[in-house]
T-cell receptor, first 115, second 106 residues
Framework: NAGVMQNPRHLVRRRGQEARLRCSPM?????VYWYRQLPEEGLKFMVY????????ESGMPKERFSAEFPKEGPSILRIQQVVRGDSAAYFC?????????????FGNGTRLTVT | KNEVEQSPQNLTAQEGEFITINCSYS?????LHWLQQHPGGGIVSLFM???GKKKHGRLIATINIQEKHSSLHITASHPRDSAVYIC????????FGTGTSLTVIP
């Protein structure tokens, strides 16, 4: 049973480009969470999704960031017109049930570097 | 003030020592998580607690809901335990502590 798969592991983008980060949850998991870890800082919650629904996006920046979890395929975190401050590690986690009820399983993260 | 506070921030121990990492939180929660992150690596979920105590190998996690406090203990520490340990709580939102960086010296 494969774990949470994130790709790419490393992503380099120039300022102004778009970044797409993908997360395939563990088999049987329908709840996905995205977190960001800025250099020398702790993890911060971004968004919580269930299949085809955004449950909680209170941690998402208001502009340029969006997330989806379609019926088929991986969850996508999309960052438009990236800036240097977006450079961070982005982690995805999944669970079989809603948060607070079942443990989280994390991916290895995508390290985004904006040049 | 952060919703989740961890102490200590940094900890160095000799191999074999008993280690305790503390976590205090100020919000209502449905669960508390202890996570482990190795340098440059991914994150592993060690425990999810809503009450009492859990044990897995040399790791023990406890939570006191009334005092809003949790501890992570490592018995007979080993250099491979060197990592950042992160406390996180789930309530209406998800909050993380800033982590405790543990180094175990052989």
């Amino acid at each position: 049973n494969a774990g949470v798969m994130q790709n790419p592991r490393h992503l380099v983008r120039r300022r102004g480009q778009e970044a797409r980060l993908r997360c395939s949850p563990m088999k049987g998991h329908s709840h996905v969470y995205w977190y960001r870890q800025l250099p020398e800082e702790g993890l911060k919650f971004m968004v919580y999704l269930q299949k085809e629904n955004i449950i909680d996006e209170s941690g998402m920046p208001k502009e340029r960031f969006s997330a989806e979890f379609p019926k088929e395929g991986p969850s996508i975190l999309r960052i438009q017109q990236v800036v240097r401050g977006d450079s961070a590690a982005y982690f995805c986690a999944s669970s079989p049930r809603e948060r607070g009820v079942s443990p989280l399983h994390f991916g290895n993260g995508t390290r985004l570097t904006v040049t | 003030k952060n919703e989740v506070e961890q102490s200590p921030q940094n900890l160095t121990a000799q191999e074999g020592e008993f280690i305790t990492i503390n976590c205090s939180y100020s919000v209502g929660i449905s669960a508390l998580h202890w996570l482990q992150q190795h340098p440059g690596g991914g994150i592993v979920s060690l425990f999810m607690l809503s009450s009492g105590k859990k044990k897995h190998g040399r790791l023990i996690a406890t939570i006191n809901i009334q005092e809003k406090h949790s501890s992570l203990h490592i018995t007979a520490s080993h250099p491979r335990d060197s990592a950042v340990y992160i406390c996180a709580v789930t309530g209406n939102q998800f909050y993380f502590g800033t982590g405790t960086s543990l180094t175990v010296i052989p």
